[in-house]
């Protein structure tokens, strides 16, 4: 048992290097797997949460990753303290404040937003890998968050913009009031699905028209705790996070992998429309596959071992590649 504790306290990246230390494999090709390992562990991913005030960003972050070891600083011009900074080991998550509070807040704001999105990393890329756009599905004013999507985001980040910016439509449970919510079964009933669906193909539509860009918007909830009340459970969190993968660099993915929140409750319920636990699981195999080895296709047959796993990177096998990451692959995604 105690073995095993001290297994999960480790990182993504030590997990990987014993394994690799450990393979029936020449000293030479080890040296191979290990460079690259090097160079994926220096790479830092660094995503921005935006979007109207009262939408759930913050409630977003704490649901995604485990925020309560991030360390806090100021991510822009310290006199005005306008956008945070959590980092999180190789994970930094840029949280800006909530816009809508008025005009001249507003444009204070996206001005931070836009120098942000301006900066180069260390390599000449771009720093922020991936925007999240969160937006109150309750809400019936949205042009808040329009005007921040056609106006600021999609003209900053040009023609990344659709691959670097997901639109979050939380608090599904509250779109219609509340009263269509299974509190039993933390999901929405079918009325309430429908509405969401819909709610979706409307901003994505509105985004579109405007734009030309099609981005479709992923609906759930965050979770969150009302005054003097109980704990929300989130919903369709695995959906998000697994998007979120997929937006993120295959080389910059491990970063996310070691900063999961291992809350299990937040990863229980989702709109079973595909097993995204399985497809997270997946692209992070996919990821250890792209970054150890030579970049071959996903499907490709390993031989005789990766990481002393063999067989094809699917399914289970991905899990016990890169399982027991902090305990996350086998205590969450497992269930």
Not at 146 to 157: F, K, S, V
Request: net charge negative; with cysteine.
């Amino acid at each position: 048992m105690m073995a095993e504790e001290t297994k999960e306290n480790k990182s993504v990246y030590d997990l990987l290097e014993e394994e690799i230390m450990a393979l029936d494999i020449p000293d030479s090709e080890k040296a191979k797997r290990l460079s690259r390992l090097i160079k994926v562990r220096n790479k830092k991913v660094n995503i921005m949460l935006t979007g109207s005030t009262g939408a759930g960003k913050s409630s977003t972050i704490n649901a995604l990753f485990n925020m309560n070891v991030a360390k806090v600083g100021v991510g822009v011009d310290p006199e005005t303290s306008i956008i945070e900074k959590f980092t999180l080991d190789n994970l930094v998550v840029w949280d800006t404040p909530g816009l809508g509070d008025g005009v001249k807040s507003d444009e204070r704001i996206s001005h931070s937003i836009l120098e942000k999105l301006s900066e180069l990393d260390e390599d000449g890329n771009p720093l922020i890998d991936l925007v999240v756009v969160v937006i109150d599905s309750s809400s019936k004013d949205l042009g808040t968050s329009y005007d921040l999507i056609n106006n600021i985001l999609i003209p900053a980040l040009g023609d990344d913009a659709k691959d670097r910016i997901l639109i979050a439509l939380n608090q599904a449970d509250v779109a219609m009031k509340g009263t269509h919510w299974d509190e039993e079964n933390n999901t929405p009933d079918e009325v309430l699905k429908e509405f969401l669906k819909k709610k979706a193909d409307s901003v994505q539509k509105r985004i579109k028209d405007a734009t030309g860009l099609s981005i479709r918007p992923i609906y759930y909830c965050a979770g969150y705790k009302e005054e003097g009340g109980e704990q929300r459970k989130p919903y369709n969190l695995p959906k998000l996070l697994y998007y979120i993968i997929k937006s993120v660099p295959k080389d910059k993915r491990l970063a996310l992998a070691d900063n999961i929140n291992d809350e299990e409750d937040n990863w229980l319920h989702d709109d079973q429309e595909k097993d995204y636990k399985e497809r997270i699981k997946l692209s992070f195999g996919e990821t250890v596959w792209f970054c150890i080895s030579d970049g071959f296709d996903t499907g490709a047959e390993i031989g005789s071992a990766i990481l002393g796993i063999p067989g094809k990177i699917v399914g289970a096998t991905v899990g016990a590649a890169v399982g027991a990451v902090k305990g996350v692959f086998v205590a969450i995604f497992d269930i």
